[in-house]
């Protein structure tokens, strides 16, 4: 089945140092990899999405990921954490169901502590 | 852009009752698409829209569940003989008239049910 993990329910990190979100997926043919950020009472946001070239993508608020073909991995980083960045992650991938439908997974809780 | 709007924002209802949730999304936009999130998950995939057009409907959803687009414009999404089971968040989403696979969604910020 076609379907996206996260493999983290929480990630903790300090402000200042770097953050890894892991994302890995299992798709049939080539992957449409998204990520989504969800602050508290408010609607999910588009970060970055992965279609075709460059394996390290750059999107909104400093993030970037990473996709490893070998690997199905797509992970989300950051050189250096904020505070503000606290919030729940998705990663989703768009399939190819006749439509494109796109499916997420369960997400992942980021804190940053000061 | 105004964004994509939902109607209501909280909604508390009886087991039994019939539901009707309403999402108007970005103008320009032709792709209209319904999940359900529950507390810790992700956003389940419900259905999908382009214009008027209802292309996919999740298995998982019951006949109790049906959604409208009339005119590709606004779409309602009711909820007949509500459960307990139904409580949770109702995410409108849309997006452009680009390729779908690389456009991305654009959410409301959602209904909240709660069926007691």
């Known amino acids: 089945a076609q379907s996206v993990a996260q493999p983290e329910d929480q990630v903790n990190v300090a402000e200042g140092n770097p953050l890894t979100v892991k994302c890995t997926y299992s798709?049939?043919?080539?992957?449409?990899l998204f990520w989504y950020v969800q602050y508290p009472n408010r609607g999910l946001q588009f970060l970055l999405k992965y279609i075709t070239g460059d394996n390290l993508v750059k999107g909104s608020y400093g993030f970037e990921a990473e996709f490893n073909k070998s690997q199905t991995s797509f992970h989300l980083k950051k050189p250096s954490a904020l505070v503000s960045d606290s919030a729940l992650y998705f990663c989703?991938?768009?399939?190819?169901?006749?439509?494109?439908?796109?499916?997420f997974g369960a997400g992942t809780r980021l804190f940053v502590k000061a | 852009d105004t964004g994509v709007s939902q109607n209501p924002r909280h909604k508390i209802t009886k087991r039994g009752q019939n539901v009707t949730f309403r999402c108007d999304p970005i103008s320009e936009h032709n792709r209209l698409y319904w999940y359900r999130q529950t507390l810790g998950q992700g956003p389940e995939f419900l259905t999908y829209?382009?214009?008027?057009?209802?292309?996919?409907k999740s298995r998982l959803l019951s006949d109790r569940f049906s959604a409208e687009r009339p005119k590709g414009s606004f779409s309602t999404l009711e909820i007949q003989r509500t459960e307990q089971g139904d409580s949770a968040m109702y995410l409108c989403?849309?997006?452009?008239?680009?390729?779908?696979?690389?456009?991305?969604?654009?959410f409301g910020n959602g209904t909240r049910l709660t069926v007691t």
């Open positions: 829209f382009q214009n008027e057009a209802q292309l996919e």
């Open positions: 989403a849309s997006s452009s008239r680009g390729q779908s696979y690389n456009s991305p969604l654009h």
């Open positions: 798709v049939s043919g080539n992957p449409y």
């Open positions: 989703a991938v768009s399939l190819n169901t006749g439509g494109f439908k796109t499916i």
